[in-house]
Each structure stands twice: as C-alpha cells, then as structure tokens.
C-alpha cells in the first residue's frame, strides 16, 4: 500500500515551458487535492476533485490546470512556467472529508 | 488577518521539556480542528485532531477553546525526535475546499 505517490520528485523548468505532474493514490479515496507550499505562505490550495469526473477551483488557480483521470489519478498542468510557480507541490486525498494524506511532493523551479 | 494564525518560531527547547503552541483562527463558522506535523523537506502528516473537550494521546494534548477561538498543542517530555514543523488546519463548514493551514510552527528540540 503506497498511500500518494508524485511524480516527478524534482524538475527545474525555464520560463514559458510546460509540465504535468502526476498524483496517484491506491486508498480508494474519493476526493484528491493540489496544494502549493511556498516560505511564510502555508499550504494553499490550488484545485481539488471531490469525486471522480469533478474539478473545482482552490484559492489559487491561476496558471494551473487539472485532470482527474480516474478515481485514482489526480494530475497537475502548467502550460507556460513563471518564476512565480517556484514551490513545492503537494497532492494529497481523503475519503471522509477530514483527514488528508499527503504524497511526497514535487519540488518545481522555474528560471 | 491571516484565517488562521500561529507563531512560526523557532521553539528551541531542552530534551525533556514541556513546550505549547497556540493557533487562532478568525472564522467562528469553523468546525473541525487538527494538527498536523512536518519534518524537513517531506509532507505534511496527521498528528492528532482536536475535540471539544480536548484530548490526548500520548506525550500530547490539544485543546480546543471555541470561545476564543484558539486551539492548542501540548507536548510533554520533549523527544529529540519531535522536532519538526506543526501546522495548525481547522476547516469551514465541513467542506473539504475549506481546509485552511496556518504557516507552521518550527519546534528544534536539543539535546
């Protein structure tokens, strides 16, 4: 049982490129979440999937897309990096709403 | 105002120790409440909720003062090992959207 995985652990983007990054849990949780980690900031959330089919903005949005493959599969899109997209990128699921498991995280930046 | 507020440290503390942290958060719609804990560099990972009428497990004991609108984070007899970061979470309404995380408070236990 591997609870979140991500991929990848590290990548190092210039600015306008584009990258996918991947979340994959095997509790059979139904929601699944990006969040971004910055200094000072705390984890925020960037978009969440309650339920397989479904995605809906977080707090902060803009520049990211999302695509919830399947019940298991929650990946995270950049389509042009910015500098300010620099952070550390956590996935993370549930199944009752309340406790959150966290994946390892990816740590992005954009030069 | 910051929805929810900790004191981001450092705790520097002897081995042994007993050492609290407090958080406040703004929404009084709030009703669930938990800590999480963070080491260096890795994801965040539940470390307890927080009841009504407090609770404990183990070396820690968190409380909840929904008239004042804090909750707190006791630990007892200080391990070398529980130096980390502790991030205060309290959600909204019950919706899993409305998981806000403070910023995290460093405990550094010495030895």
């Known amino acids: 049982n591997a609870g979140v995985t991500q991929t990848p652990k590290f990548q190092v983007l210039k600015t306008g490129q584009s990258m996918t990054l991947q979340c994959a849990q095997d509790?059979?949780?139904?929601?699944m979440y990006w969040y971004r980690q910055d200094p000072g900031m705390g984890l925020r959330l960037i978009y969440y999937?309650?339920?397989?089919?479904?995605?809906d903005k977080g707090e902060v949005p803009n520049g990211y897309n999302v695509s919830r493959l399947n019940k298991r599969e929650f990946s995270l899109r950049l389509e042009s990096a910015a500098p300010s997209q620099t952070s550390v990128y956590f996935c993370?699921?549930?199944?009752?709403?309340?406790?959150?498991?966290f994946g390892p995280g990816t740590r992005l930046l954009v030069l | 105002r910051k929805e929810v507020e900790q004191d981001p440290g450092p705790f520097n503390v002897p081995e042994g120790a007993t050492v609290a942290f407090n958080c406040t958060y703004s929404n009084s719609a709030s009703q669930s409440f938990f800590w999480y804990r963070q080491d260096c560099r890795k994801e965040p990972k539940l470390l307890m909720s927080?009841?009504?009428s407090g609770n404990e497990d183990g070396r820690f004991t968190a409380q909840l003062n929904r008239a004042s609108q804090y909750i707190s984070l006791l630990i007892r007899d200080s391990k070398l090992s529980d130096s980390a970061t502790y991030l205060c979470?309290?959600?909204?309404?019950?919706?899993?959207?409305?998981?806000?995380f403070g910023t995290g408070t460093l405990l550094a236990v010495q030895p």
């Open positions: 993370a699921s549930d199944r009752s709403g309340e406790t959150q498991y």
């Open positions: 509790m059979n949780h139904n929601s």
């Open positions: 927080v009841y009504s």
């Open positions: 979470v309290v959600i909204y309404g019950g919706a899993t959207n409305k998981l806000i």
């Open positions: 999937s309650a339920s397989e089919g479904t995605t």
